[in-house]
């Protein structure tokens, strides 16, 4: 069976950046439900769009086609006495406003604390890398109708209800 649109892909994957550092070692087989759900990174989707069991892929992604650009505007400095006592460099944090309910929730990570300053960075920690994508198709089947209605993969690997 190839991959199309309401298909289950799984996919034995690494990511690696664009000077060889590995990213991610892709240690359990990445299974997701095909054909414009988000579970994927478009451009790999597409990419992968009628490959058999077997096809291997790689891909470059520019970084608009993954985590995005960094944006230095993301990068805040705030009063140390803003934080509570025991936070470190590292430590991530949604900032959400109590004012506006429709705020984003951002997630912002520690990058420096000194002199009584906070440096904080909404970034995503892959923003502005190009990732290269190195995967081999494992296994696809037709997606169940209540995966499809769902927008995720059920069972195995996949996304679990409980009741």
């Known amino acids: 069976m190839q991959i199309a649109r309401n298909t289950v892909v799984t996919l034995n994957y690494r990511v690696t950046d664009s000077d060889g550092a590995t990213v991610d070692e892709g240690e359990k087989p990445l299974v997701y439900l095909h054909g414009g ?11 992968l769009q009628g490959k058999d069991v077997g096809e291997k892929l790689l891909l470059k992604l520019e970084p608009e086609d993954a985590f995005g650009d960094y944006d230095a505007e993301l990068v805040e400095i ?44 909404g ?35 996949g996304h ?4």
Do not use: W
């Open 37 to 47: 759900y988000g579970g994927i990174f478009d451009r790999l989707e597409e990419a």
């Open 78 to 121: 705030e009063d140390r006495n803003l934080f509570p006592d025991d936070i470190s460099v590292g430590m991530q944090f949604e900032r959400g406003d109590e004012d506006d309910p429709e705020s984003d929730g951002t997630l912002f990570m520690i990058t420096d604390i000194a002199d009584g300053k906070v440096v904080v960075d």
């Open 160 to 163: 679990h209800h409980i009741h």
């Open 123 to 157: 970034n995503h920690p892959l923003a502005g890398v190009s990732l290269i994508f190195d995967c081999t198709v494992t296994a696809v089947r037709a997606a169940t109708a209540q995966e499809v209605e769902h927008g995720h993969v059920h069972g195995e690997g």
